[in-house]
Each structure stands twice: as C-alpha cells, then as structure tokens.
C-alpha cells in the first residue's frame, strides 16, 4: 500500500502555481478574478462562499458565476446564507449540483424550482452551528471565498462590524490546506484591527465595489401595532417577570422589538431594571437603544453588526464587544455557541405551529430553512451550569436531575391576511416531501417548546403532565383557530388554576393599557434621540 | 367591496356610557359601543374583507359569553385581525364601564 500523507498539501501548490504569472505578493487584479477562480477551482471542489446573513462576498461571487462549465462544474457548494441572484445562477449554468446552507430566504422560491429541476442536490438545510461544525469534520472546503473591509501588504484582515463568520470559514479552509481568497473593499498599510492573521490567506483581491451588506435587524417602531405590545406585556409579567429571566436571545420580528420597547416604560414601572434582560446574544437592534440608555442592559454579544449602528456601539464598550480600534467585534460562530449554552431563553415567532407545538415558517413552493433559530430555540442536553429560570424548567426531586432551556414561541393566532398560525398539519411536512428532504423542515421542536403566548395568553407547556394536557393549553391559547375552537371551556379553566394557563387578567396585565404610548420609541426618530444623535439611520428607515 | 354583517346575543348586563375606540386604518378597525336595551345586543360589521363570517361570529360569541353585556356596536373593520379586534372590544367595554 503506498501511502502519501501530504496529498492536499501538493495539490494545494500545484493549484497555486497554476495561477503564479497573474499574483503579485499574493494579490490578484480585479480584472483577473474569473481567470484566477478558472484555474484554481478543479471539478468537485467543495467550495465555501461567504454569503453570510448580512456580508457578501458578492465580487467572488460574480466571477464564479461567470465561469465555463464545461471547466467547472459539479461543485458542492458551501454556503450559510443563499442570498444573491448569482447564488442560484451557479446551479442553473451547471457550475454548481450539490448545496450544504442554512438559510436561502431571498432566494427560496428559485432555489426550490432548481431542486424541482434536477438542478441541485441539497445536503441539508443546517442550522448556523452545525454547518459550521461540519466544515471541520465532513464538508471541510477545499476553496473558501470570503470578503473584508481592508488587507495590509501581509494579508492580515479587518472585517469591520461584520466580522460575522469569515475566520470561521478561514480557519477550517487554511488549517486543511484548502486555499482562502479574500476580496476587500481596500489595501492598507496597517489594518485598523487584526481579525485575521495574514499567514491564514492566500489571495487577496480588491474589488470592484465594497461588498453588499444588508440592514436585516431594523425595525420600525411606527409598525408596532396594539396586539404586540400586549403580546409584549404578557411576555414581560408572564415570563421574564415570573421566572427572573436574564441572560436571553430575541429573534428578529416586530413582536420582539416591542418588548425591547417596553422594557424603559412598563418593566421600569413594575420594578424589573436589573433583575431581568440583563445579559444579551443578539446583533445590535436600534429598538434595543432606549433600554440600554435606560440602564437595562449589562451585556451584548452580536453574531453580526446592523447599518447605522456603528457610531453608538463604539460608544458604548462597556456593553458591546468591541475591539482596540473601537468598532464592534461580531463572531456568529462564538455568539451561536453563546444562544445555545449561555442563554436561559430564546423568544421568536414563526408562520405556522401544531397542536403539538411544533413550529415552522417554511411553506409550500420555497425552501427556505431557518437560520439560527433551531439552536437557539433547543435545550442543550450538555449544558452544567446552573440557574434559577433553567431550574424552574423541571418539577423532578431527584438527586440527580438538569434544568432546561426556556423556549418561547410568540404569535398571533392569525396572520394578517385571516390565515390561521394554529394549523392540523405544517405545510413543512408536505414541502419536505416534495422536495425529496429525509426530514420536513421544522424550525422549532414542539418537545423543545416550554411557553407559547399569543394574545390570549400564556400557555406554560413545561407544566403540563402529559401530551394531553399540552394540547389542551395550546388550544386554550389559540383563539377563534380551528384548534382554538376545539377547547373545552370547563378544561380551560381547570389549566388556569392550576397555572398551565395563563389569561391577561390571570398576570395582571390590563388589555386597556396596551397600547402604543407603552413604547419608548414610537419612531426611527425617537430612537436617534435615545441614541443622542450616535444611531445613523439608513435611509430607508428615514422618513424625515 | 365593503360585505355588512349582523350579529345578535343575549345579554344580563349594561354598561353605562358610550365609547368609541380604534381607526379605520389597513390592518385596523373602529369600533363604536352605545348601551342598549336589556336583554340583547346587536352587531354590525362593515368589512372590506370578505368570507370570513364564521370567524366573526367566533369573535363576537366568544367575547359575549365572557361579557354579556346589553349594547349596540358598529365595527368598521379594514381587514383587522382577530387578535386587533377581541383587543379593540375589550377596549370599547372598559371604556364604556
């Protein structure tokens, strides 16, 4: 048997010497990108393009897109975040037939008219961590194509705010002897920070334009109606208040950023500053501004950053994770990691929920997978620390026994357009079918649910005793739905003594006093004055 | 198309004064509450969207049998959820209390 130990390395060498007469101290020519990516990339590669949730590596993209199938094609494609029209041009030229991801909103509808096509094989539609896990076990990449506000002459890099998941990607490709190629907005003498270190990158390219980068966490307070902040409400006296929740994750939705809104407002006057919301995993929301400068808030950790909030996170290092030049300091990888184990709660919403509390967003004709909400919204089964809200999750006395995560699905029992959020059955699992998947693409566990809150109340499905019981909460909770219908009355009120149901009066909380005078910020405006002048709005959400 | 819809319940209670909360905004609806007579209230719904009867008639038995109280209620809905309006009726009644 004849052995060779190096065989990624050689070939690595052989690829780079392919391209030697087009780099100059490892830099290439914009003009030279296709031409560059052409040699380089071989048939089969696995190849990791950096379409995060908010950067893009969209010149790479662009020029790989651009390349001959009859020279490449067949790639696996690596990607968190299919995002870019380009993205999906890569299956439809041939270029690329296989594709790990986590998330494809933008692109849902075409990329499942590709899978319809024949056109590309998904893997799996990951969670964040786990594709990232995965690059460092079974899908590590033989190219990766990332993206950096500056290099330096040793193609040492700064990924500004959105530093996100580039040394993630960086790290498993360079340390297996794949090749990195980097494109940066501009060529510095010395960087403003070091995120990182040069002997990781190979090629650096400066691009055409500076990479895409999209404001996903901003959210117009003027659209937060009645319903959320009673929803808010609830969720303040009914959870936060009720089993003194600190350390916690927001999703990204309007009902979310009413809580944040309230926090200065209904939880100043309920007492609640320092007690709960203390400690945050979550991109630096502008709704969050009036509860920081209210003294709610000791800590965020951010998977990536938000447009507009630069100048106020740097003003901030006391709250935000900022490096020594003072910018923020995202990782999605570490504030991932930090959701899953850290956190004792995770609060999102979702399009559709069973009567068994599963939930999912995914419907019929677009594949859309979830981001990171399925880690954030689990239990760690190997989490060893401890505290009172992880606690409070279980009953047992046992000697040995663990805590749980909270897990808080937020809805309306309907949608704005009269369709039900309680369904018989999640359009997921026919979509799964169809789309050929070994699993229907459920976002969240109903086993991993512990309290659902609509605008009915509260159901606290970590209480009830068996299956029957949680079913009957949901339907307690699920209003004029179908599922709601079928509630028996006498049972409902049984749940409520026992405290598996909660009703607004049940918490105190006063339906009369929901309303959009509670919030902090009633505009993108109010929010600039919270900020004293540091949040810079993009234009977008300027309407003054 | 506005659709106009007529609803009746038996009432035991009565409120005291009249109440007006709510706009007819998208997503929204206005909803007017005056006392009525003892022993039944009427419903009107003017909706700009269609079909959806049964879930009306869910909403308004539903907040009766947890307030029969005796009055006469117009709601002008421009497509306002369930949740918006079981929110606006319990308005309307504290209101008028």
Redo the contacts between chains.
């Keep these: 048997m004849n052995l060779a130990w190096n065989t990624r390395r050689r070939r690595k060498q052989e690829r780079l010497a392919r391209i030697s007469g087009l780099v100059r101290d490892g830099r290439f020519a914009a003009s030279d990108a296709a031409t560059v990516l052409q040699e380089l990339i071989e048939p089969g590669d696995r190849v990791c393009l950096e379409g995060d949730n908010q950067k893009q590596a969209d010149f790479l993209s662009r020029a790989l897109a651009t390349l001959d199938p009859a020279r490449v094609h067949d790639l696996h494609l690596l990607i968190s975040v299919i995002g870019r029209p380009e993205h999906i041009a890569l299956f439809e030229r041939g270029i690329a037939s296989q594709v790990d991801f986590s998330y494809s909103g933008p692109q849902s509808l075409r990329l499942a008219q590709q899978v319809a096509d024949g056109r590309v094989r998904i893997g799996a539609i990951h969670t964040y961590l786990e594709l990232f896990a995965r690059y460092f076990v079974d899908l590590t990449p033989d190219i990766a194509l990332i993206a950096a506000d500056e290099a330096d002459a040793a193609g040492n890099l700064y990924t500004g705010p959105n530093t996100e998941e580039t040394p993630t990607i960086a790290e498993a490709t360079a340390f297996r002897d794949g090749i990195v190629i980097v494109q940066v907005n501009r060529i510095v003498d010395r960087c403003t920070r070091v995120d990182i270190p040069g002997d990781w990158v190979d090629l650096v390219v400066v691009a055409d334009k500076p990479y895409e980068i999209e404001p996903l966490f901003t959210r117009d307070p003027e659209l937060i ?3 959320q902040v ?1 929803m808010a409400m609830l969720v303040l006296r009914g959870i936060y208040e009720r089993h003194r929740v600190r350390s916690l994750n927001h999703g990204i939705g309007f009902d979310t950023a009413a809580i944040e809104l309230i926090l200065p407002t209904y939880g100043e006057r309920l007492g609640l500053r320092g007690e709960v919301c203390t400690h945050w995993v979550l991109n630096p929301h502008p709704t969050l501004i009036p509860a920081i400068e209210s003294g709610w808030v000791r800590s965020v950790h951010c998977y990536g950053g938000e447009l507009g909030m630069e100048r106020y996170v740097a003003a901030r290092p006391d709250i935000f994770f900022t490096g020594r030049d003072g910018s923020l300091r995202s990782n999605r990888a570490f504030c991932q990691a930090a959701g899953l184990y850290a956190t004792d709660l995770f609060i999102g919403s979702t399009l559709q929920i069973d009567r068994d509390a599963n939930s999912s967003t995914a419907t019929l004709g677009r594949i859309a997978g979830f981001g990171g909400a399925p880690n954030l919204g689990s239990d760690p089964r190997g989490r060893r620390h401890s505290s009172v809200p992880w606690l409070e999750m279980t009953s047992s006395d046992e000697e040995v026994r663990r805590g749980r995560k909270i897990v808080v699905q937020l809805v ?5 357009s ?1 369709v039900p959020t309680f369904v018989e059955r999640l359009d997921a699992v026919e979509l799964g079918r169809s789309a050929g998947l070994p699993l229907a693409p459920v976002m969240i566990y109903g086993d991993d649910v512990t309290h659902v809150v ?3 109340g509260v159901a606290y499905l970590y209480r009830a005793r068996d299956i029957d019981e949680r079913r009957a909460a949901l339907a307690a909770i699920a ?2 739905t179908k599922i709601g ?1 079928g509630a028996d009355e006498g049972r409902t009120q049984a749940l409520r003594s026992s405290g598996v149901v909660a009703f607004p009066e049940d918490l105190g909380v ?3 006093e ?1 309303n959009r005078t509670l919030l902090a910020a009633r505009s993108v405006r109010d929010l600039v004055e919270w900020s004293g002048g540091l949040y810079d709005p993009p234009k977008r959400f300027r309407s003054w | 198309m506005i659709e106009t819809l007529t609803y009746e319940f038996v009432a035991t209670q009565s409120v005291e004064h009249r109440s007006h909360v709510g706009v007819v905004a998208s997503g929204n609806c206005e909803i007017l509450l005056e006392p009525a007579a003892d022993g039944r209230s009427a419903v009107v719904v003017r909706t700009s969207v269609n079909g959806f009867g049964g879930t009306w008639q869910a909403v308004l038995g539903r907040f009766f049998a947890r307030n029969p109280v005796a009055v006469q209620i117009e709601i002008n809905d421009f497509g306002a959820t369930p949740a918006v309006v079981a929110l606006r009726l319990e308005q309307a009644l504290e209101s008028a209390q």
């Design positions: 109606d009645d319903v009673l309306e029992t309907f949608q704005e009269g609509t605008e009915e209003g004029v219908l006063r339906r009369n929901a």
